[in-house]
């Protein structure tokens, strides 16, 4: 394996606690009625299944991470992000309130 590639894969795995804390950091920097209204919207497809109550946790994790994979949002992130929007997490609120999100997820079904 060329060590370009090793070193690039090296990279990846350290980075990959700091992009968590960096969800969570955005998560955090939305105020608590959003963060719930965020978890109420991921709730609804199953993406969600905790307590309501704008914390962050493994649950909140997960469902951020699997709508941000469903089909429309990198689409819908690019937009947000010409526009002006830099909070990933705010990028995720706003898109799961959205009709492109929820004919993602009936795509993934």
Known sequence: ????????FAVSLIALPAVAQDLRGAFYALPREDRKVMQEYLSE????????DGLWGP???????AARD?????????TARAAGIANEVEI???????????AS???RR
């Open 92 to 102: 995720v609120l706003l898109y799961v309130q959205t009709a492109d999100f929820r």
């Open 59 to 65: 649950g909140t994790e997960r469902a951020v991470r």
């Open 105 to 107: 997820i009936a795509e």
């Open 45 to 52: 497809p199953g993406f969600y299944g905790s307590d309501i």
């Open 1 to 8: 394996m060329p060590r370009r590639l090793i070193a690039a």
């Open 70 to 78: 469903t089909l429309a949002f990198q689409g819908f992130a690019e």
